[in-house]
């Protein structure tokens, strides 16, 4: 979501929505698929206490979080306003750069500025509170992004939005299985609470359900969620059911066949007489 100097048209105030509406895609963007030989490396693996871990030294995670030197991070106070409102709010402010805004969760967002002068007019300046919209209260900016931690009441705040970086995200979802694409929003970083990425698995393998990244002294345990998972029956070979309801191994019923209807397009009855 970027913006740049014309203000939008006056609409009347959006009405309240929840965090999963006002965040879903209207982005045109398509997908991005990982393309290994484009990529660069980054990043060590190794194992500890049975984890897989991934560790970024001190010139990597530098260059990675180099591009979010001008980043702010913003706190609703009250529900957070439709996407609109956020973007007529900040038109108001005749920022003289571009600029971009993404919802870190569901009452913070994340603004990432290109000018020094638009940065330094609202860190260091006299608008702490910005009014957004009437049904949200008030946008306060509450801190620079400097590897925001998980701390200070802030729990749900991401930890990390570098890694967002292309080549980043490709090493971290390396160690899940071999990454195929991210999503248009996690490509745009147009949404950085969730990177979602198309991934091929082994089914027969177990799953790792969470990643350690080490980086500037700090650990970050990332949870990893999977999104339609299908059964694998190691029985039978078929995907759509486990063992445990195999019927070839006589664990349940053999279900009946369908029932086949036959076609009448295309059919042609012929009569003879004798």
Same mark, same amino acid.
């Given at each position: 979501?970027?913006?740049?100097?014309?203000?939008?048209?006056?609409?009347?105030?959006?009405?309240?929505?929840?965090?999963? $509406?006002?965040?879903?895609?209207?982005?045109?963007?398509?997908?991005?698929?990982?393309?290994?030989?484009?990529?660069?490396? &980054?990043?060590?693996?190794?194992?500890?206490?049975?984890?897989?871990?991934?560790?970024?030294?001190?010139?990597?995670?530098?260059?990675?979080?180099?591009?979010?030197?001008?980043?702010?991070?913003?706190?609703?106070?009250? #529900? &957070?306003?439709?996407?609109?409102?956020?973007?007529?709010?900040?038109? #108001?402010? $005749? %920022?003289?750069?571009?600029?971009?805004?993404?919802?870190?969760?569901?009452?913070?967002?994340?603004?990432?500025?290109? %000018?020094? /002068?638009?940065? $330094?007019?609202?860190?260091?300046?006299?608008?702490?509170?910005?009014?957004?919209?009437?049904?949200?209260?008030?946008?306060? %900016?509450? *801190?620079?992004?400097?590897?925001?931690?998980?701390?200070?009441?802030?729990?749900?705040?991401?930890?990390?939005?570098?890694?967002?970086?292309?080549?980043?995200?490709?090493? &971290?979802?390396?160690?899940?299985?071999?990454?195929?694409?991210?999503?248009? %929003?996690? #490509?745009?970083?147009?949404?950085?609470?969730?990177?979602?990425?198309?991934?091929?698995?082994?089914?027969?393998?177990? *799953?790792? /359900? /969470?990643?350690?990244? /080490?980086?500037?002294?700090?650990?970050?345990?990332?949870?990893?969620?999977?999104?339609?998972?299908?059964?694998?029956?190691?029985?039978?070979?078929?995907?759509?059911?486990? &063992?445990?309801?195999?019927? @070839?191994?006589? $664990?349940?019923?053999?279900?009946?066949?369908? @029932?086949?209807?036959?076609?009448?397009?295309?059919? @042609?009855?012929?009569?003879? *007489?004798?």
């Amino acid at each position: 979501m970027a913006n740049s100097g014309s203000s939008p048209p006056e609409y009347p105030p959006p009405k309240k929505a929840s965090y999963a $509406n006002v965040t879903a895609s209207s982005s045109h963007q398509s997908n991005l698929p990982f393309d290994p030989k484009r990529i660069v490396p &980054i990043g060590t693996y190794n194992e500890k206490d049975g984890k897989k871990v991934l560790g970024f030294s001190s010139s990597e995670n530098d260059l990675l979080a180099a591009s979010w030197k001008l980043t702010l991070i913003g706190k609703f106070s009250f #529900a &957070i306003p439709h996407p609109k409102g956020i973007d007529s709010g900040f038109s #108001a402010l $005749n %920022l003289k750069g571009t600029f971009s805004w993404s919802f870190a969760n569901s009452s913070h967002i994340i603004i990432k500025l290109q %000018l020094e /002068e638009d940065f $330094n007019k609202l860190w260091m300046g006299t608008l702490w509170s910005l009014g957004i919209c009437p049904d949200a209260g008030h946008l306060r %900016l509450i *801190r620079k992004w400097k590897l925001l931690l998980r701390q200070d009441g802030d729990s749900s705040l991401p930890a990390a939005i570098h890694f967002f970086d292309h080549n980043a995200l490709f090493a &971290i979802r390396n160690i899940i299985g071999t990454p195929l694409q991210v999503d248009s %929003l996690t #490509a745009s970083r147009s949404r950085l609470s969730m990177a979602r990425a198309c991934i091929e698995l082994d089914l027969l393998k177990e *799953r790792i /359900e /969470e990643i350690v990244l /080490e980086f500037d002294n700090t650990t970050q345990v990332q949870k990893i969620i999977y999104e339609r998972i299908p059964e694998y029956c190691t029985h039978c070979k078929h995907i759509g059911h486990s &063992i445990v309801g195999c019927y @070839m191994n006589g $664990n349940v019923t053999r279900p009946p066949p369908p @029932m086949r209807h036959p076609s009448s397009v295309g059919s @042609m009855i012929t009569t003879s *007489r004798g």
